[in-house]
């Protein structure tokens, strides 16, 4: 369900959606969600001083059961 949150947002802000890949690796404890977008979109999907970023962490965070593993999510430029 975290995943498909983290979709949905990213693919509301960004222009390029076709461009957007994912890379989920779960890990003993964590789930690690790297969001890779093309370079016009880094600014629209991170936000000003990273509020839009900070506040996907913050809802994922919030949609995790409690006792799940810990998502962290990264927004990286693609290649």
């Known amino acids: 369900m975290e995943l ?8 509301h802000f960004a222009e390029c959606r076709d461009q957007i890949e994912y890379n989920v690796e779960e ?4 789930i690690e969600v790297t969001v890779y ?3 016009s979109d880094m600014g ?4 000003k001083q ?3 970023a ?3 962490r ?3 965070g919030a949609a995790t059961p409690h006792g799940g593993k ?9 290649a």
């Open 37 to 39: 977008l093309a370079a």
């Open 70 to 78: 810990r998502y962290f999510v990264e927004i990286k430029e693609k």
């Open 54 to 56: 900070k506040a996907i």
């Open 27 to 30: 890990k003993e404890h964590s």
């Open 4 to 11: 498909e949150l983290i979709k949905y947002i990213v693919e």
């Open 44 to 47: 629209k999907v991170i936000g």
């Open 58 to 60: 913050t809802l994922v």
């Open 50 to 52: 990273g509020k839009i």
